[in-house]
C-alpha cells in the first residue's frame, strides 16, 4: 500500500495548489506567486479529464536506496472522493489501483490479490486525499504556511516550470512538499518529504489534458480466482 499512500499524499498536494488564492509572503515575488496561482486556477476550470505517463521515485533515507516505478494514469476531476482514478504500474510489476465511487481498488495480479475499501480509510489515504481537491482557498491557507523557494526552474526534458515549497502547519504526516507547475498551470512534479526524510518523487510526462476517457477504465474485473482482502 505504500504506492497508494505516497501517491495520494502528493495528488493532495496538487489539489491544494490548485485551488488556494495568491498570498504575499517572506523573500518571495508576489507577482510571481500571484501568476503560478492563476494558472493553476485556470487549469483546474478547465480540466475535465488528464491521461500521462507517470514515473515515482521513492527514497529510504535509512537505506539511503531509491526504488522506481512507471506506469499510465487516467483521472477525471469530481468532488470529494467521487473523483476517478487509475494508475497501472508496468514497472518494475504489474499493479493497477482504481478510485470510483468512493471505493478503491488496488489488484496485484502477480499474487491473485486485491485490496479493497472505502477510499477514505485509513488503509486508503489516495482516494481519501482527493476529498481536499474542492476545499476553499481560505480552508486551505488555514493548514499551509505562505509559499517558500518560489522560483523557476528547467526540468528534465526540457520542461520550464516555476518551482514553489509547501510546509504544513501544525501536526501533519509529512514535513513538506515541493511542486513544480509548467506554463500551462500544470503541476507536473511533487516531491513529498516525510518527518524521517523519507522521499517520494512523482513526475507525469506525455500530458493529455480533456482526454476522451471512457469509465470503462475505472472498473477492474477481477477473476474469481483472485482473492479480495478488504481494508
Known amino acids: ?53 507517470i514515473s515515482m521515485e521513492k527514497y529510504n533515507s535509512q537505506l539511503r536506496d531509491k526504488e522506481n ?3 499510465v494514469i487516467a483521472y477525471i476531476p ?4 467521487n473523483a476517478n482514478v487509475r494508475i497501472e504500474w508496468n514497472n518494475p510489476q504489474h499493479e493497477v489501483l482504481t478510485v470510483a465511487n468512493s471505493q478503491y481498488l488496488l489488484c496485484r495480479p502477480r499474487l491473485a490479490v486485491c485490496y479493497k475499501g472505502n477510499a477514505n480509510s485509513s488503509k486508503a489515504k489516495a482516494g ?12 486551505l491557507q488555514a493548514r499551509f504556511e505562505p509559499f517558500q523557494e ?3 526552474e528547467t526540468l528534465w526534458g526540457n520542461v520550464s516550470a516555476i518551482h514553489l515549497k ?16 509548467d506554463s500551462g498551470g500544470m503541476p507536473v512534479q511533487t516531491k513529498v518529504v516525510e518527518k524521517n526524510d523519507d522521499a517520494t518523487t512523482i513526475r507525469l510526462n ?14 477492474q474485473k477481477i477473476d474469481p480466482s483472485v482473492k479480495i482482502i478488504k481494508g
Open 1 to 53: 500500500m505504500k504506492r497508494l499512500i505516497g501517491l495520494g499524499l502528493s495528488m493532495f498536494v496538487l489539489a491544494a495548489l490548485a485551488v488556494g488564492s495568491p498570498r504575499e509572503a517572506k523573500g518571495q515575488s508576489a507577482g510571481l506567486v500571484s501568476s503560478v496561482l492563476n494558472k493553476l486556477e485556470q487549469n483546474r476550470r478547465s480540466l475535465k479529464s488528464l491521461r500521462a505517463s
Open 69 to 71: 516505478s512507471y506506469g
Open 78 to 81: 469530481a468532488a470529494g472522493r
Open 128 to 139: 481519501g486525499m482527493f476529498e481536499m481537491m474542492n476545499m476553499s482557498g481560505q480552508q
Open 150 to 152: 518560489v522560483r523557476e
Open 166 to 181: 509547501l510546509v504544513p502547519k501544525g501536526s501533519a504526516n509529512f514535513k513538506y512538499a515541493e511542486i513544480w507547475v
Open 206 to 219: 506525455n500530458l493529455e489534458r480533456n482526454a476522451k476517457i471512457s469509465s470503462d477504465e475505472f472498473n
